[in-house]
Protein backbone atom coordinates (compact mmCIF):
# COMPACT_ATOMS: atom_id res chain seq x y z
CA UNK A 1 0.00 0.00 0.00
CA UNK A 2 1.83 3.15 -0.96
CA UNK A 3 -0.89 5.70 -0.44
CA UNK A 4 -1.74 7.79 2.55
CA UNK A 5 -4.92 6.43 4.05
CA UNK A 6 -6.70 9.08 5.04
CA UNK A 7 -9.18 8.36 8.66
CA UNK A 8 -11.76 10.46 10.75
CA UNK A 9 -13.12 9.77 13.99
CA UNK A 10 -15.98 6.97 14.41
CA UNK A 11 -18.98 9.14 16.01
CA UNK A 12 -22.64 7.33 16.54
CA UNK A 13 -21.73 4.37 14.28
CA UNK A 14 -19.86 6.77 11.14
CA UNK A 15 -16.88 8.24 10.26
CA UNK A 16 -17.20 11.75 11.03
CA UNK A 17 -14.27 14.22 10.12
CA UNK A 18 -12.57 16.48 13.03
CA UNK A 19 -14.41 20.08 13.30
CA UNK A 20 -10.93 21.43 13.18
CA UNK A 21 -10.23 19.97 9.63
CA UNK A 22 -6.04 19.31 11.45
CA UNK A 23 -4.84 16.10 10.72
CA UNK A 24 -2.05 14.27 12.43
CA UNK A 25 0.63 12.21 10.24
CA UNK A 26 0.72 8.64 11.32
CA UNK A 27 4.62 7.08 10.18
CA UNK A 28 6.01 4.01 10.00
CA UNK A 29 8.65 3.37 12.51
CA UNK A 30 11.05 1.21 10.01
CA UNK A 31 10.81 3.84 7.10
CA UNK A 32 9.62 7.02 8.39
CA UNK A 33 7.35 7.41 5.37
CA UNK A 34 3.85 8.79 6.06
CA UNK A 35 1.23 5.93 6.24
CA UNK A 36 -2.21 7.55 7.02
CA UNK A 37 -3.74 10.60 8.58
CA UNK A 38 -6.02 11.16 11.45
CA UNK A 39 -7.86 13.87 12.30
CA UNK A 40 -6.40 15.82 15.20
CA UNK A 41 -9.04 16.10 17.53
CA UNK A 42 -10.27 19.12 19.48
CA UNK A 43 -12.52 19.15 22.41
CA UNK A 44 -15.73 19.45 20.34
CA UNK A 45 -15.06 16.80 19.16
CA UNK A 46 -14.67 15.13 22.32
CA UNK A 47 -18.06 16.86 23.29
CA UNK A 48 -19.77 15.59 19.99
CA UNK A 49 -18.55 11.54 20.83
CA UNK A 50 -19.63 12.04 24.70
CA UNK A 51 -23.13 13.04 23.86
CA UNK A 52 -24.08 10.75 21.17
CA UNK A 53 -22.32 7.67 23.63
CA UNK A 54 -24.55 9.49 26.33
CA UNK A 55 -27.77 9.57 24.09
CA UNK A 56 -27.05 5.97 22.87
CA UNK A 57 -26.53 4.99 27.02
CA UNK A 58 -29.76 7.03 28.13
CA UNK A 59 -31.70 5.28 25.08
CA UNK A 60 -31.25 1.80 26.08
CA UNK A 61 -30.72 0.67 22.91
CA UNK A 62 -27.74 -1.17 24.45
CA UNK A 63 -27.79 -0.74 28.18
CA UNK A 64 -31.18 -2.75 27.57
CA UNK A 65 -30.46 -5.35 25.82
CA UNK A 66 -30.11 -8.81 27.83
CA UNK A 67 -27.09 -10.14 28.85
CA UNK A 68 -27.48 -13.00 26.41
CA UNK A 69 -28.32 -10.67 23.27
CA UNK A 70 -25.05 -8.49 24.00
CA UNK A 71 -23.09 -11.96 23.82
CA UNK A 72 -24.16 -12.73 20.30
CA UNK A 73 -23.26 -9.34 19.08
CA UNK A 74 -19.98 -9.53 21.06
CA UNK A 75 -19.10 -13.16 19.65
CA UNK A 76 -20.04 -12.35 16.36
CA UNK A 77 -17.50 -9.08 16.45
CA UNK A 78 -15.05 -11.40 17.86
CA UNK A 79 -15.86 -13.51 15.05
CA UNK A 80 -15.46 -10.46 12.58
CA UNK A 81 -12.33 -9.64 14.16
CA UNK A 82 -10.48 -13.06 13.27
CA UNK A 83 -12.09 -12.52 9.42
CA UNK A 84 -10.13 -9.37 9.49
CA UNK A 85 -6.95 -10.75 10.34
CA UNK A 86 -4.57 -10.03 7.56
CA UNK A 87 -5.70 -6.39 7.39
CA UNK A 88 -6.05 -5.56 11.64
CA UNK A 89 -2.20 -7.56 11.91
CA UNK A 90 -1.05 -5.44 8.86
CA UNK A 91 -2.10 -2.02 10.21
CA UNK A 92 -0.82 -2.85 13.45
CA UNK A 93 2.22 -4.07 12.36
CA UNK A 94 2.79 -0.58 9.96
CA UNK A 95 2.24 1.56 12.86
CA UNK A 96 3.80 0.15 15.52
CA UNK A 97 6.22 -1.34 14.97
CA UNK A 98 5.31 -4.58 16.01
CA UNK A 99 6.66 -7.65 13.87
CA UNK A 100 3.93 -8.86 11.87
CA UNK A 101 4.70 -12.52 12.93
CA UNK A 102 3.74 -11.28 16.64
CA UNK A 103 0.73 -9.31 15.75
CA UNK A 104 -0.35 -12.21 13.06
CA UNK A 105 0.25 -14.86 15.84
CA UNK A 106 -1.01 -13.10 18.80
CA UNK A 107 -2.18 -9.87 18.84
CA UNK A 108 -5.79 -10.44 16.85
CA UNK A 109 -6.04 -13.61 18.43
CA UNK A 110 -5.81 -11.71 21.45
CA UNK A 111 -8.37 -9.04 20.40
CA UNK A 112 -11.11 -11.84 19.93
CA UNK A 113 -10.22 -13.78 23.22
CA UNK A 114 -10.64 -10.39 25.34
CA UNK A 115 -14.03 -10.01 23.45
CA UNK A 116 -15.29 -13.76 24.27
CA UNK A 117 -13.78 -13.69 27.93
CA UNK A 118 -15.90 -10.78 28.47
CA UNK A 119 -19.20 -13.19 27.28
CA UNK A 120 -17.71 -16.22 28.91
CA UNK A 121 -17.25 -14.87 32.22
CA UNK A 122 -20.61 -12.50 32.72
CA UNK A 123 -21.97 -16.21 33.07
CA UNK A 124 -19.87 -16.59 35.82
CA UNK A 125 -20.91 -13.45 38.02
CA UNK A 126 -24.09 -12.84 40.00
CA UNK A 127 -26.03 -10.33 38.22
CA UNK A 128 -29.12 -11.04 40.51
CA UNK A 129 -28.91 -11.68 44.12
CA UNK A 130 -31.07 -12.08 47.25
CA UNK A 131 -30.44 -10.71 50.56
CA UNK A 132 -31.38 -13.13 53.35
CA UNK A 133 -34.56 -12.14 55.40
CA UNK A 134 -33.68 -12.88 59.17
CA UNK A 135 -36.27 -13.66 61.51
CA UNK A 136 -35.89 -10.24 63.35
CA UNK A 137 -36.10 -8.01 60.17
CA UNK A 138 -39.48 -5.97 59.26
CA UNK A 139 -40.54 -9.07 56.25
CA UNK A 140 -38.95 -7.34 53.41
CA UNK A 141 -37.55 -8.73 50.07
CA UNK A 142 -34.29 -7.31 49.47
CA UNK A 143 -31.78 -8.09 45.87
CA UNK A 144 -29.01 -6.79 44.62
CA UNK A 145 -28.82 -6.11 40.69
CA UNK A 146 -25.52 -5.46 39.70
CA UNK A 147 -25.70 -2.53 36.45
CA UNK A 148 -23.71 -0.68 33.71
CA UNK A 149 -21.31 2.21 35.03
CA UNK A 150 -23.10 4.69 32.06
CA UNK A 151 -20.23 6.16 29.38
CA UNK A 152 -17.07 5.11 30.05
CA UNK A 153 -13.96 6.84 28.46
CA UNK A 154 -10.68 4.38 27.35
CA UNK A 155 -7.24 5.74 27.05
CA UNK A 156 -4.40 3.71 25.44
CA UNK A 157 -0.97 3.65 24.13
CA UNK A 158 0.93 3.04 21.97
CA UNK A 159 2.34 -0.16 22.45
CA UNK A 160 -0.08 -2.76 21.83
CA UNK A 161 -3.01 -0.30 20.40
CA UNK A 162 -5.42 -3.04 20.11
CA UNK A 163 -5.17 -5.30 22.64
CA UNK A 164 -4.95 -2.45 25.12
CA UNK A 165 -8.22 -1.34 23.50
CA UNK A 166 -9.89 -4.43 24.05
CA UNK A 167 -9.03 -4.98 27.22
CA UNK A 168 -11.06 -1.86 27.72
CA UNK A 169 -14.08 -1.82 25.26
CA UNK A 170 -14.74 -5.78 25.46
CA UNK A 171 -15.88 -5.51 28.82
CA UNK A 172 -17.28 -2.29 29.26
CA UNK A 173 -19.82 -3.38 26.27
CA UNK A 174 -20.36 -6.75 27.96
CA UNK A 175 -21.68 -4.88 31.01
CA UNK A 176 -24.04 -2.38 29.01
CA UNK A 177 -21.87 0.67 28.83
CA UNK A 178 -21.11 2.96 26.36
CA UNK A 179 -17.49 4.36 25.32
CA UNK A 180 -15.51 6.71 23.78
CA UNK A 181 -12.24 5.71 23.68
CA UNK A 182 -9.13 7.27 22.79
CA UNK A 183 -5.69 5.73 20.92
CA UNK A 184 -2.41 6.97 21.35
CA UNK A 185 -1.63 9.59 18.31
CA UNK A 186 1.42 7.48 16.74
CA UNK A 187 -0.86 4.11 16.71
CA UNK A 188 -4.54 5.45 16.14
CA UNK A 189 -5.73 3.44 12.86
CA UNK A 190 -6.45 0.03 14.23
CA UNK A 191 -8.94 1.00 17.09
CA UNK A 192 -10.95 3.48 14.28
CA UNK A 193 -10.91 -0.15 12.14
CA UNK A 194 -12.14 -2.17 14.84
CA UNK A 195 -14.71 -0.11 16.43
CA UNK A 196 -15.81 0.21 12.71
CA UNK A 197 -16.15 -3.57 12.75
CA UNK A 198 -17.89 -3.35 16.11
CA UNK A 199 -20.50 -1.48 14.53
CA UNK A 200 -20.70 -4.03 11.34
CA UNK A 201 -21.06 -6.50 14.02
CA UNK A 202 -24.15 -4.59 15.15
CA UNK A 203 -23.20 -2.54 18.37
CA UNK A 204 -25.70 0.38 17.99
CA UNK A 205 -24.56 3.74 16.77
CA UNK A 206 -23.22 6.07 19.24
CA UNK A 207 -22.24 2.98 21.87
CA UNK A 208 -18.55 2.54 20.43
CA UNK A 209 -16.95 5.95 19.37
CA UNK A 210 -13.17 6.50 18.81
CA UNK A 211 -12.05 10.52 18.77
CA UNK A 212 -8.39 10.74 17.66
CA UNK A 213 -5.70 13.43 18.46
CA UNK A 214 -3.23 14.35 21.53
CA UNK A 215 -3.53 13.58 24.84
CA UNK A 216 -3.33 16.64 26.13
CA UNK A 217 -6.66 18.20 24.07
CA UNK A 218 -8.44 14.53 23.51
CA UNK A 219 -7.27 12.87 26.46
CA UNK A 220 -7.25 15.59 29.01
CA UNK A 221 -11.06 16.52 27.55
CA UNK A 222 -12.08 12.65 28.20
CA UNK A 223 -10.56 12.58 31.89
CA UNK A 224 -12.33 16.05 32.85
CA UNK A 225 -15.41 15.47 30.97
CA UNK A 226 -18.90 15.67 33.45
CA UNK A 227 -20.97 13.10 31.61
CA UNK A 228 -17.84 10.45 31.90
CA UNK A 229 -18.82 7.81 34.71
CA UNK A 230 -15.56 5.95 34.48
CA UNK A 231 -11.90 6.43 33.28
CA UNK A 232 -10.02 3.48 32.23
CA UNK A 233 -6.34 4.48 31.57
CA UNK A 234 -3.23 2.42 30.29
CA UNK A 235 0.19 4.29 29.70
CA UNK A 236 2.77 5.75 31.63
CA UNK A 237 2.44 6.58 35.81
CA UNK A 238 3.19 10.49 35.02
CA UNK A 239 -0.14 10.67 33.08
CA UNK A 240 -1.57 8.34 34.99
CA UNK A 241 -1.50 10.54 37.75
CA UNK A 242 -2.62 13.82 35.88
CA UNK A 243 -5.83 11.38 34.88
CA UNK A 244 -6.65 9.97 38.77
CA UNK A 245 -6.56 14.03 39.34
CA UNK A 246 -8.70 15.15 36.59
CA UNK A 247 -11.20 12.18 37.42
CA UNK A 248 -11.05 12.74 40.99
CA UNK A 249 -12.63 16.11 40.76
CA UNK A 250 -16.01 14.32 39.32
CA UNK A 251 -15.62 11.28 41.50
CA UNK A 252 -15.90 9.14 38.65
CA UNK A 253 -14.58 5.55 38.72
CA UNK A 254 -10.46 4.95 37.35
CA UNK A 255 -8.78 1.99 36.52
CA UNK A 256 -4.76 2.60 36.11
CA UNK A 257 -2.71 0.20 34.41
CA UNK A 258 0.77 2.24 34.64
CA UNK A 259 4.49 1.66 34.13
CA UNK A 260 7.01 -1.17 35.65
CA UNK A 261 10.22 -2.65 35.85
CA UNK A 262 9.76 -5.86 36.43
CA UNK A 263 12.40 -7.93 38.05
CA UNK A 264 13.37 -11.25 36.44
CA UNK A 265 14.94 -13.59 39.13
CA UNK A 266 17.23 -16.44 38.12
CA UNK A 267 17.58 -19.03 41.26
CA UNK A 268 20.96 -21.26 41.20
CA UNK A 269 18.70 -24.41 40.40
CA UNK A 270 17.28 -22.96 37.33
CA UNK A 271 17.70 -24.83 33.83
CA UNK A 272 20.16 -22.00 32.29
CA UNK A 273 18.85 -23.16 28.29
CA UNK A 274 15.52 -21.70 29.97
CA UNK A 275 16.50 -18.98 32.00
CA UNK A 276 18.27 -17.47 28.92
CA UNK A 277 15.80 -17.59 26.58
CA UNK A 278 13.54 -16.35 29.39
CA UNK A 279 15.63 -13.49 30.08
CA UNK A 280 15.85 -12.49 26.50
CA UNK A 281 12.09 -12.71 25.78
CA UNK A 282 11.36 -10.92 29.11
CA UNK A 283 13.52 -7.69 28.05
CA UNK A 284 13.22 -7.67 24.02
CA UNK A 285 9.23 -8.91 23.06
CA UNK A 286 8.21 -5.73 21.43
CA UNK A 287 11.33 -4.44 21.46
CA UNK A 288 11.79 -4.29 24.92
CA UNK A 289 8.42 -1.52 24.92
CA UNK A 290 6.09 -3.97 26.95
CA UNK A 291 5.26 -2.38 30.58
CA UNK A 292 5.71 -5.55 32.54
CA UNK A 293 8.90 -6.09 30.27
CA UNK A 294 11.65 -8.06 32.36
CA UNK A 295 14.50 -5.49 32.76
CA UNK A 296 16.14 -5.65 35.87
CA UNK A 297 17.73 -9.53 35.24
CA UNK A 298 18.76 -10.96 38.57
CA UNK A 299 21.73 -13.73 38.75
CA UNK A 300 23.25 -15.44 41.34
CA UNK A 301 26.84 -13.98 41.73
CA UNK A 302 28.64 -16.80 40.95
CA UNK A 303 26.87 -17.83 37.83
CA UNK A 304 26.59 -14.29 36.19
CA UNK A 305 29.00 -14.37 33.81
CA UNK A 306 28.16 -18.08 32.13
CA UNK A 307 24.64 -16.37 32.44
CA UNK A 308 25.50 -13.24 30.22
CA UNK A 309 27.96 -14.98 27.87
CA UNK A 310 24.80 -17.59 27.21
CA UNK A 311 22.34 -14.57 26.55
CA UNK A 312 24.34 -12.85 24.23
CA UNK A 313 25.60 -15.83 22.42
CA UNK A 314 21.23 -16.52 21.65
CA UNK A 315 20.83 -12.55 21.08
CA UNK A 316 23.35 -12.13 18.13
CA UNK A 317 21.27 -14.86 16.12
CA UNK A 318 17.69 -12.74 16.49
CA UNK A 319 17.38 -11.46 13.11
CA UNK A 320 16.53 -7.49 13.71
CA UNK A 321 15.02 -5.63 10.82
CA UNK A 322 11.72 -4.29 9.22
CA UNK A 323 8.82 -5.24 11.13
CA UNK A 324 6.47 -6.76 8.49
CA UNK A 325 9.40 -9.19 7.55
CA UNK A 326 7.90 -12.80 9.00
CA UNK A 327 11.90 -13.42 8.88
CA UNK A 328 12.57 -10.06 11.57
CA UNK A 329 12.22 -11.29 15.31
CA UNK A 330 12.89 -7.68 16.56
CA UNK A 331 11.55 -4.52 14.75
CA UNK A 332 12.08 -0.74 15.48
CA UNK A 333 11.20 1.22 18.04
CA UNK A 334 8.24 2.80 17.67
CA UNK A 335 9.07 6.53 17.61
CA UNK A 336 11.98 8.96 17.48
CA UNK A 337 10.90 10.26 20.82
CA UNK A 338 10.89 6.72 22.63
CA UNK A 339 14.50 6.24 20.41
CA UNK A 340 15.48 9.29 22.16
CA UNK A 341 14.61 8.27 25.43
CA UNK A 342 16.21 4.71 25.05
CA UNK A 343 19.58 6.43 23.87
CA UNK A 344 19.40 8.61 26.88
CA UNK A 345 19.01 5.88 29.48
CA UNK A 346 21.81 3.77 27.90
CA UNK A 347 24.32 7.66 28.66
CA UNK A 348 22.58 7.55 32.02
CA UNK A 349 23.66 4.30 32.57
CA UNK A 350 27.20 4.46 31.43
CA UNK A 351 27.81 7.25 33.34
CA UNK A 352 26.99 6.24 36.30
CA UNK A 353 29.52 3.05 35.89
CA UNK A 354 27.96 0.27 34.24
CA UNK A 355 29.35 -1.21 31.49
CA UNK A 356 27.72 -2.40 28.31
CA UNK A 357 28.12 -6.05 27.75
CA UNK A 358 26.44 -6.07 24.62
CA UNK A 359 24.71 -3.51 22.30
CA UNK A 360 24.19 0.21 23.56
CA UNK A 361 24.28 1.83 19.99
CA UNK A 362 21.42 2.97 18.04
CA UNK A 363 21.61 1.24 14.18
CA UNK A 364 22.22 3.69 11.43
CA UNK A 365 23.55 0.72 8.19
CA UNK A 366 21.91 0.97 5.20
CA UNK A 367 17.76 0.45 5.59
CA UNK A 368 18.58 0.50 9.71
CA UNK A 369 19.28 4.59 8.65
CA UNK A 370 15.78 5.31 8.22
CA UNK A 371 14.04 3.80 11.19
CA UNK A 372 14.43 3.44 14.55
CA UNK A 373 16.62 0.59 15.27
CA UNK A 374 18.58 0.02 18.40
CA UNK A 375 20.88 -2.97 19.19
CA UNK A 376 19.71 -5.38 21.92
CA UNK A 377 21.69 -3.59 24.72
CA UNK A 378 22.93 -5.72 28.04
CA UNK A 379 24.64 -4.46 30.67
CA UNK A 380 26.33 -5.32 33.63
CA UNK A 381 27.84 -3.90 37.01
CA UNK A 382 24.64 -2.17 37.87
CA UNK A 383 22.93 -1.80 41.22
CA UNK A 384 19.69 -1.47 41.92
CA UNK A 385 20.17 2.23 42.86
CA UNK A 386 21.07 3.65 39.61
CA UNK A 387 18.58 5.62 37.55
CA UNK A 388 18.46 3.35 34.19
CA UNK A 389 17.77 0.38 36.52
CA UNK A 390 15.26 2.06 38.38
CA UNK A 391 13.39 4.10 36.10
CA UNK A 392 11.25 2.77 33.24
CA UNK A 393 12.97 3.04 30.17
CA UNK A 394 10.76 1.18 27.68
CA UNK A 395 13.38 0.02 25.02
CA UNK A 396 15.77 -3.18 24.41
CA UNK A 397 17.73 -2.77 27.52
CA UNK A 398 18.61 -5.35 29.73
CA UNK A 399 20.27 -4.73 33.54
CA UNK A 400 22.03 -7.72 35.39
CA UNK A 401 21.95 -7.55 38.72
CA UNK A 402 24.22 -10.58 40.74
CA UNK A 403 22.95 -11.40 44.02
CA UNK A 404 24.45 -13.31 47.06
CA UNK A 405 21.40 -15.52 48.29
CA UNK A 406 17.60 -15.99 47.83
CA UNK A 407 16.10 -13.51 50.05
CA UNK A 408 18.92 -10.58 49.14
CA UNK A 409 17.36 -11.33 45.45
CA UNK A 410 13.69 -10.94 47.22
CA UNK A 411 14.43 -7.53 48.49
CA UNK A 412 16.24 -6.43 45.35
CA UNK A 413 13.54 -7.05 43.13
CA UNK A 414 10.92 -5.72 45.11
CA UNK A 415 12.71 -2.26 46.38
CA UNK A 416 11.24 -0.60 43.01
CA UNK A 417 8.11 2.19 42.74
CA UNK A 418 6.65 -0.39 40.34
CA UNK A 419 5.04 -3.98 40.96
CA UNK A 420 3.20 -4.74 37.40
CA UNK A 421 5.29 -8.28 36.54
CA UNK A 422 7.87 -10.46 38.21
CA UNK A 423 9.15 -14.05 36.36
CA UNK A 424 11.07 -16.28 38.33
CA UNK A 425 13.10 -19.08 36.80
CA UNK A 426 13.60 -22.38 38.37
CA UNK A 427 13.07 -26.46 38.27
CA UNK A 428 12.62 -26.69 41.88
CA UNK A 429 8.28 -25.93 41.79
CA UNK A 430 7.89 -25.29 45.39
CA UNK A 431 10.97 -22.40 45.70
CA UNK A 432 9.73 -20.96 43.38
CA UNK A 433 6.63 -20.65 44.25
CA UNK A 434 7.50 -19.75 47.98
CA UNK A 435 9.91 -16.58 45.98
CA UNK A 436 5.99 -15.98 43.95
CA UNK A 437 4.51 -15.50 47.35
CA UNK A 438 7.21 -13.47 48.52
CA UNK A 439 7.12 -10.92 45.45
CA UNK A 440 4.72 -7.92 45.59
CA UNK A 441 3.39 -7.55 42.12
CA UNK A 442 0.07 -7.81 39.87
CA UNK A 443 1.59 -10.94 38.35
CA UNK A 444 4.61 -13.44 38.95
CA UNK A 445 5.69 -15.94 36.34
CA UNK A 446 7.58 -19.18 36.46
CA UNK A 447 9.91 -20.32 33.92
CA UNK A 448 8.06 -17.53 31.76
CA UNK A 449 7.36 -13.92 31.55
CA UNK A 450 4.70 -12.09 29.11
CA UNK A 451 1.44 -14.81 29.38
CA UNK A 452 -1.17 -12.67 29.81
CA UNK A 453 -4.50 -14.12 29.91
CA UNK A 454 -7.57 -13.17 29.00
CA UNK A 455 -9.19 -15.39 31.51
CA UNK A 456 -7.03 -13.64 34.06
CA UNK A 457 -6.80 -10.59 35.99
CA UNK A 458 -3.70 -8.50 34.89
CA UNK A 459 -3.00 -4.80 36.81
CA UNK A 460 -0.58 -3.34 38.91
CA UNK A 461 0.81 -3.36 42.83
CA UNK A 462 2.24 -0.16 44.29
CA UNK A 463 2.85 2.82 41.52
CA UNK A 464 1.88 0.67 38.69
CA UNK A 465 -1.58 1.46 38.57
CA UNK A 466 -5.05 0.46 40.78
CA UNK A 467 -7.55 -1.83 39.26
CA UNK A 468 -7.64 -5.34 37.66
CA UNK A 469 -8.02 -6.13 33.45
CA UNK A 470 -9.27 -9.12 32.43
CA UNK A 471 -10.22 -12.53 34.00
CA UNK A 472 -13.65 -11.96 36.13
CA UNK A 473 -12.46 -8.89 37.92
CA UNK A 474 -12.44 -6.98 35.43
CA UNK A 475 -16.48 -7.08 34.50
CA UNK A 476 -16.93 -5.39 38.41
CA UNK A 477 -14.74 -2.60 36.83
CA UNK A 478 -17.15 -1.45 34.73
CA UNK A 479 -20.46 -1.96 36.67
CA UNK A 480 -21.64 -1.09 39.90
CA UNK A 481 -24.37 -2.58 42.64
CA UNK A 482 -28.00 -1.34 43.27
CA UNK A 483 -30.11 -2.55 46.73
CA UNK A 484 -33.60 -2.74 46.21
CA UNK A 485 -35.22 -3.10 49.33
CA UNK A 486 -39.20 -3.97 49.05
CA UNK A 487 -40.81 -3.37 52.11
CA UNK A 488 -43.89 -6.60 51.97
CA UNK A 489 -45.23 -4.51 55.07
CA UNK A 490 -46.95 -1.24 52.97
CA UNK A 491 -49.78 -0.53 55.83
CA UNK A 492 -48.51 2.83 57.85
CA UNK A 493 -50.26 1.34 60.63
CA UNK A 494 -48.42 -1.53 60.64
CA UNK A 495 -45.18 -0.79 59.87
CA UNK A 496 -42.92 -1.36 62.53
CA UNK A 497 -39.94 0.77 61.08
CA UNK A 498 -42.37 3.68 61.47
CA UNK A 499 -41.97 3.79 65.11
CA UNK A 500 -38.78 4.68 65.78
CA UNK A 501 -40.40 8.20 64.86
CA UNK A 502 -43.86 7.61 66.37
CA UNK A 503 -45.46 7.33 63.39
CA UNK A 504 -48.28 4.13 64.69
P1 LIG B 1 1.55 8.02 27.90
O1 LIG B 1 1.21 8.05 29.34
O2 LIG B 1 2.41 9.08 27.36
O3 LIG B 1 0.21 8.05 27.02
C1 LIG B 1 -0.84 7.10 27.19
C2 LIG B 1 -2.11 7.69 26.61
O4 LIG B 1 -2.48 8.83 27.37
C3 LIG B 1 -1.96 8.17 25.17
O5 LIG B 1 -3.15 7.93 24.46
C4 LIG B 1 -1.75 9.65 25.35
O6 LIG B 1 -2.10 10.42 24.21
C5 LIG B 1 -2.67 9.95 26.53
N1 LIG B 1 -2.35 11.17 27.27
C6 LIG B 1 -1.18 11.86 27.29
N2 LIG B 1 -1.31 12.97 28.06
C7 LIG B 1 -2.57 12.97 28.54
C8 LIG B 1 -3.30 13.83 29.40
N3 LIG B 1 -2.75 14.92 29.92
N4 LIG B 1 -4.58 13.53 29.71
C9 LIG B 1 -5.14 12.38 29.22
N5 LIG B 1 -4.51 11.55 28.37
C10 LIG B 1 -3.23 11.82 28.05
O7 LIG B 1 2.15 6.57 27.63
P2 LIG B 1 2.75 6.01 26.27
O8 LIG B 1 4.07 6.65 26.05
O9 LIG B 1 1.72 6.06 25.19
O10 LIG B 1 2.94 4.45 26.65
C11 LIG B 1 4.01 3.99 27.38
C12 LIG B 1 3.65 3.86 28.85
O11 LIG B 1 2.50 3.06 29.00
C13 LIG B 1 4.73 3.16 29.65
O12 LIG B 1 4.92 3.82 30.87
C14 LIG B 1 4.16 1.78 29.88
O13 LIG B 1 4.66 1.12 31.01
C15 LIG B 1 2.72 2.08 30.00
N6 LIG B 1 1.92 0.88 29.74
C16 LIG B 1 1.29 0.26 30.78
C17 LIG B 1 0.58 -0.92 30.56
C18 LIG B 1 -0.11 -1.65 31.68
O14 LIG B 1 -0.99 -2.45 31.39
N7 LIG B 1 0.24 -1.41 32.93
C19 LIG B 1 0.50 -1.43 29.26
C20 LIG B 1 1.15 -0.77 28.24
C21 LIG B 1 1.86 0.40 28.48
Redesign the pocket.
Given at each position: MSSVMEYQHFINGQWTPGESGETMDVINPATQEVVAQVPKGTVNDVNKAVANAREAFESGVWANKSMEERAEILLKFSTNVLKNKNRLAYLESLTSGSTIRRTMGIDVTAVSDALKNAVQRSQEIPLLEHAMCLPWHIPQHSYIVREPLGVCAG??????PMI?AAWKFAPALMMGNSIVM????ITPITLLELANLAHESGIPAGVFNVVTG???V???A??SHPEIDKVA????????R??AH?AADGIKRVTL????KSPTIVLDDADLDMATSLCIHAFLYHTG????SGTRMLVPRKMQDQIVEMMIEKIKKLPIGNQLNPATSIGPIASAE?LETVMKYVDIGKKEGAQIAYGGNRMTDGAYGQGFFFEPTVFVGCNNQMTHVRE?I?GPVQCVLPYDDVEEAIAIANDSPYG?GASIASMNATRAQWVAKKIRSGTVWINTHHMLRADAP???YKQ??YGR?NGAHVLMEYSQVKHVCHNLVPDASKYRYFKVLGLN
Open positions: IVPWNFLKPASSGSVGNLAFTGSTEVGQVMELGGQVCEQEFLFGGSGE
